[in-house]
């Protein structure tokens, strides 16, 4: 058995709804694998034996997929030293190597919990949600609103990105289309104050988990950061070890933007996990290798789909899945 049979068959171990996860991923990963897949497939079709021509071109075809010149550097280094432990020589034994190598660099030394969110079992847990304007940020909101209340939490949104236009009434739209609550102000108002309601009115219903949108954009740079911190530190003090996640939303088709995006506010900010939206929509799918492997940081769910139940919590081994179906189907 093939390290992607195996792959298959652990992902599926893991997942109750195994076969309709991995469908997602097949079919949310189309554009990336259409690309990745088919130049993979000629690789191996146009070389003869596994030399120094075949790892450049198959380093090309990495950072073609934007997975980052550093993290290909890392992962071409670590194949090279497989093919050598295994005394390779055919390309066509180098599939199961490449997927098995890029679940590897995902997830380093870490453990694979960390994909997971981290709340409270017994107590108010805060998950706060930052990103630029246009990313997806308020749609991610209500859909992992709509993940949570699924599994049974109560819910509660917080409307804290006053400044944009409109912001306030798409996050309502949101909290109908899922029956959850929206703490919200004017537009306008202090989202330190927005959400230091919110928090008060999480307590007094039970609710499980307080999800609080933030501003993506104000005059510039410096003062939309010093918001953020702000806004963390009515946080911190409300509610003990909060906030539980500092969710980034990125948009998976912004390539190397989104990497740029992702350190500016990790520097404002102790960003926990990353949700990628639109990955659906781009053939550059290595991004999510990039982000995790240049900052660290575990891309806890990404959006495959405009339904609400599109936004999928990540898996490393779903997604290399997705990577390689079509060759998979192909043995």
Not at 65 to 81: F, H, N, S
Not at 162 to 170: D, L, M, N, S, V
């Amino acid at each position: 058995m093939g390290f992607m049979d195996k792959l298959k068959a652990k992902f599926q171990r893991n997942q109750e709804n195994a076969e309709e996860v991995s469908e997602k991923y097949k079919d949310g990963m189309k554009k990336t694998r259409q690309t990745f897949s088919g130049k993979i497939n000629d690789l191996l079709a146009r070389y003869r034996r596994v030399d120094e021509d075949f790892f450049e071109d198959l380093e090309e075809i990495l950072i073609s997929a934007d997975t980052g010149v550093t993290t290909v550097m890392d992962l071409i280094d670590e194949l090279k030293m497989e093919v050598k432990r295994q005394n390779i020589k055919q390309p066509s034994e180098m599939k199961n190597i490449i997927s098995e190598k890029l679940v590897e660099i995902y997830y380093g030394d870490d453990d694979q919990e960390m994909e997971k969110l981290h709340l409270e079992n017994d107590q108010l847990s805060v998950i706060l949600v930052v990103g630029v304007n246009g990313v997806g940020k308020t749609t991610s909101i209500g859909k992992l609103a709509h993940n949570l209340k699924q599994e049974g939490k109560k819910v509660m949104l917080a409307a804290g990105d006053t400044f944009r236009a409109g912001a306030i009434e798409q996050l309502e739209v949101w909290g109908e289309r899922t029956g959850v609550d929206v703490v919200k102000q004017t537009s306008g108002s202090d989202p330190a104050a927005v959400i230091f309601d919110g928090i008060k009115s999480a307590k007094s219903k039970n609710v499980d988990v307080l999800i609080c949108d933030t501003a993506g954009r104000l005059q510039n740079k410096v003062n939309l950061m010093n918001e953020l911190k702000k806004v963390k530190r009515v946080i911190e003090r409300e509610v003990p070890n909060a906030p539980h996640e500092v969710l980034l939303v990125l948009d998976a088709t912004t390539g190397q933007n989104a990497l740029n995006q992702a350190k500016v506010f990790s520097e404002a900010t102790n960003v926990t996990g990353i949700i990628l939206t639109k990955l659906d929509g781009t053939a550059k799918g290595g991004i999510v290798l990039a982000i995790r492997n240049e900052l660290n940081i575990p891309v806890k769910f990404v959006g495959l789909g405009e339904k609400v139940e599109d936004l999928q919590a990540f898996d490393a081994h779903a997604f290399v899945y997705g990577l390689f179906a079509d060759l998979l189907e192909k043995e």
